[in-house]
């Protein structure tokens, strides 16, 4: 089993199809999104229907849920909520119902997937090691894959102490086996760790064995500049 592993895409056009192209070239058919396919970006109907129409396992996140009208708007910041209602007033009818046809937490044979985190699937963010280990006692499976904090991530545990944290640049993880990972492959349209280049995944699973490759990469980020 081999997937790419994308999050927070935000309406990035020219990023999320630098991704895709990444991911073919890897030849990965299988693509999981942990949310926030919309809010901030100026292509938030291109965007849902790519994940769409490449039929990516996705979960529903923040900024999604506020469009399907579920979400306060209040919770939001002030740009993100100016971005949230001029972001609501261009959705197509096909957009608005892919969003709400999306599910919340979802769980598989041996991983799982949300937005923010497991206790908490729409706000609560996984930024240090102690929210970290609350999110490992609710998650079910040996493996939890997140977003919503735009920082590539990983922890690992064991039942001692959480170990881990952000991840820096293109990186490479053989999982041990006895470990149990929460991981945040960062976010594609808009990273909030100082790098500006989309960030993604690939996850590959051989003999019970887990293998996370974090990549980094460059696009048009002045195509998008100009469209904001
Ligand atoms: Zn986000």
Redesign the pocket.
Known sequence: MKFGLVS?I?GNLPALEEVLDEFERRHIGTIICCG?II?YGPWPNECAMLVRDRKMIAVR?N?DTLIVGDSEIEEFSSNARKAGLWTRDQLLPETREFLASLPLPTQFENFAITHASFRDPLWEYIFDRRVAYHNFHVLETEIGFF??S?IPTIFQWNGGDVLGGQIVDDFELLCEPSERYLINPG?VG?PRDGDWRASCMIVAAQNGAWQVQIRRLEYSVEETREEM
């Open positions: 927070d935000h926030d809010g996140g900024h977003g919503h735009h976010s808009q």
